[in-house]
């Protein structure tokens, strides 16, 4: 049974591939002591995706945050460009490559996705977010 009350988690990291395996560890983790299991798969792919996003294409550090509030689930990545992340799709569609289908997985995988920059209080860059409900 998920957590009645709200509850969040950051998770800072280098700008690391290896970022994106300690981050859906933690995720899958995080998310099994929470009651969230059956979440589990769909959250390491979207988390992969935005984590792979940060360190693949800025060359600061990156943090992934986790949130449950009312029954959703937020994933987001934030990184130190403040440039909007390509649109999904956007590009011609190239089933052979092994990248830039990051974000097409994230729009058909989660309910609600959306950026935004973050320029305020002396953060730089921005937020890349997605949301599951748990239903």
Same mark, same amino acid.
């Given at each position: 049974?998920? &957590?009645?009350?709200? $509850? +969040?988690?950051?998770?800072?990291?280098?700008?690391?591939? @290896? %970022? *994106?395996? !300690?981050? #859906?560890?933690?995720? @899958?983790?995080?998310?099994?002591?929470?009651?969230?299991? #059956?979440?589990?798969?769909? !959250? +390491?792919?979207?988390?992969?995706?935005?984590? =792979?996003? /940060? *360190? #693949?294409?800025?060359? =600061?550090?990156?943090?992934?945050? *986790?949130?449950?509030? *009312?029954? !959703?689930?937020?994933?987001?990545?934030? &990184?130190?460009?403040?440039?909007?992340?390509?649109?999904?799709? /956007?590009? /011609? $569609? &190239?089933?052979?490559?092994?990248?830039?289908?990051?974000?097409?997985?994230?729009? %058909?995988?989660?309910?609600? $996705?959306?950026?935004?920059?973050?320029?305020?209080?002396?953060?730089?860059?921005?937020?890349?977010?997605?949301?599951?409900? /748990?239903?």
């Amino acid at each position: 049974m998920p &957590d009645k009350e709200p $509850w +969040e988690y950051s998770l800072y990291i280098p700008n690391d591939l @290896r %970022a *994106v395996t !300690v981050s #859906r560890r933690t995720l @899958r983790l995080i998310l099994t002591m929470h009651g969230l299991i #059956r979440l589990v798969d769909v !959250v +390491e792919l979207l988390a992969a995706e935005l984590v =792979g996003n /940060a *360190v #693949r294409h800025t060359k =600061g550090p990156a943090a992934l945050r *986790v949130r449950w509030a *009312v029954g !959703v689930l937020r994933i987001g990545a934030w &990184d130190t460009a403040p440039e909007p992340p390509d649109p999904p799709g /956007a590009g /011609a $569609w &190239d089933t052979e490559a092994e990248e830039g289908r990051g974000l097409v997985l994230v729009r %058909a995988c989660a309910d609600e $996705w959306g950026w935004h920059r973050l320029d305020n209080e002396g953060n730089r860059g921005k937020y890349v977010w997605c949301e599951l409900a /748990a239903a």
